[in-house]
């Protein structure tokens, strides 16, 4: 079977994409004896968790370190989602991954994620490699990923989304995220405020837990900036790669769970460096085009969207252009449609939206509704790729034009920019 056959049998037979737990994918992690022999980063939070690992797998590869890396969603190709020493797995070894995990399943049910998560973990094993780097898909305390105890956890930030999951408060939603810090072992955590559940959790299950703003404090001077983790200086970092005020809290998460990890996983300060300058994530604020400026971001909650906001306006005060910005936008059912416009309504001139196809896409007209209640100048479309076009026909050289709600939105206009994510890291 190849591997489109794989992904169309495992999105069949689960008609719950979302099944937390992780009694099921454990007893098939046991049979297929995945047990890791090398050290492992686990990765949670609300947003910001893609860059972390964006950064971790730059900075280790950089070191030489051979590392595995599972992140979710994918953009484009599923292969995106496991990592090898910076490439993509082939088809053929995710069909071999795919038919390992099979093979011991028995009458287990597992779900999309919990099949591709055992799928990547079979590989790592079967590739030696010497770090892996996890994404949590959801959550934290019952995602597929925590069936491996990280020598390292980190929670970038915690705010609402997939509240049907996780609960309707920070409180609740802390709590699920914490779960990934395991006893005696250093946890990292990126918000600024986290909630008391998430400071109760590591201090119960007595994990090592480096605050920023605490144990992690960054002095941006501009051009450099300077990172303190506990009594280690890291100083005149260059700024990331990867756009946005957001990056140096990613990149400082990074290095603090490296810090953490160095009698294990010593990496060198120049590696550190190239991590900073090389790491990309596509669909995070990425500049396809000039004249007029394109950006793509996936920004799908409310706390992303107050990101993008904030790196719209610095970016236009910083370029001093008299140009506006004009949205497209287009989201699923399960997001917070109204709460994502909010901090982007003083900022958008003016609107295109559309809608997503497939069971959770939202129709255009719902997002049209909410920006006619809000009195926002805006154009309902056919579809993202035709709100794209016309975005970019009536914009001036001078305005920005910014795409985002959705993976999928920005997975559609990938082929409208040309802006691909590549096959390798």
């Known amino acids: ?111 999309y994620f919990e099949q591709g998560t055992l799928a990547a973990l079979w590989l790592f094993r079967k590739a030696s490699v010497e770090a892996a780097v996890l994404e949590v898909g959801l959550g934290g305390r019952l995602d597929a990923v925590n069936i491996w105890d990280p020598d390292c956890a980190v929670v970038t930030s915690v705010d609402l989304d997939h509240q049907s999951y996780l609960g309707d408060t920070r409180e609740a939603i802390g709590f699920e995220k914490a779960g990934i810090f395991r006893p005696g072992r250093p946890a990292i955590c990126g918000d600024p405020e986290p909630p008391a559940s998430l400071l109760d959790h590591a201090d119960r299950v007595g994990a090592h837990l480096l605050r920023l703003g605490h144990e992690i404090r960054i002095d941006d001077s501009g051009e450099t900036w300077t990172l303190r983790v506990k009594d280690c200086v890291y100083p005149a970092l260059p700024r990331p790669a990867m756009a946005g005020a957001h990056q140096l809290a990613n990149a400082a998460c990074a290095i603090a769970a490296l810090q953490s990890l160095r009698t294990r996983l010593p990496v060198t300060r120049q590696a550190l ?31 992303a969207a107050r990101a993008l906001a904030a790196n719209l306006a610095a970016m236009q005060a910083r370029a001093g252009q008299g140009g506006g910005i004009i949205a497209v936008w287009a989201m699923l059912a399960d997001k917070d449609a109204q709460g994502v416009i909010e901090p982007l309504l003083p900022l958008v001139r003016r609107w295109h939206v559309a809608g997503l196809t497939g069971p959770r896409g939202l129709a255009g007209e719902v997002l049209a509704g909410h920006l006619a209640q809000a009195g926002a100048d805006h154009q309902l479309h056919k579809h993202v790729g035709e709100a794209w076009r016309a975005a970019c026909s009536g914009a001036a050289a001078t305005d920005t034009i910014c795409a985002f709600g959705s993976f999928h939105t920005v997975a559609e206009l990938m082929t409208e920019t040309d802006a691909a994510p590549p096959t390798h890291g």
């Not at 979302?18 to 492992?40: C, N, T």
């Not at 190709?77 to 993509?88: H, L, S, T």
């Not at 190239?274 to 920004?299: E, K, T, Y």
Request: overall charge positive; glycine content about 10%; charged content about 25%.
């Open 1 to 111: 079977m190849d591997l489109a056959g794989w992904l169309a049998l495992l999105e069949a037979r689960n008609r719950d994409a979302i099944v937390l737990g992780l009694e099921r994918v454990r007893s098939v992690a046991d049979r297929l004896d995945l047990r890791p022999e090398f050290p492992v980063i686990t990765v949670g939070g609300t947003n910001g968790k893609g860059s972390v690992c964006a950064y971790l797998e730059t900075m280790l590869r950089a070191t030489g370190v051979k590392v595995g890396c599972y992140t979710s969603p994918h953009l484009l190709r599923y292969n995106e989602r496991v990592r090898i020493a910076g490439m993509d797995a082939d088809d053929a070894a995710l069909c071999e991954a795919f038919a390992a995990v099979e093979a011991v399943r028995g009458d287990t049910p597992l779900t």
């Open 273 to 303: 460096r190239q991590g900073l300058w090389r790491a990309r994530q596509p669909g995070r604020f990425q500049v396809v085009g000039r004249q007029p400026l394109r950006i793509l971001d996936v920004a799908h909650n409310p706390h």
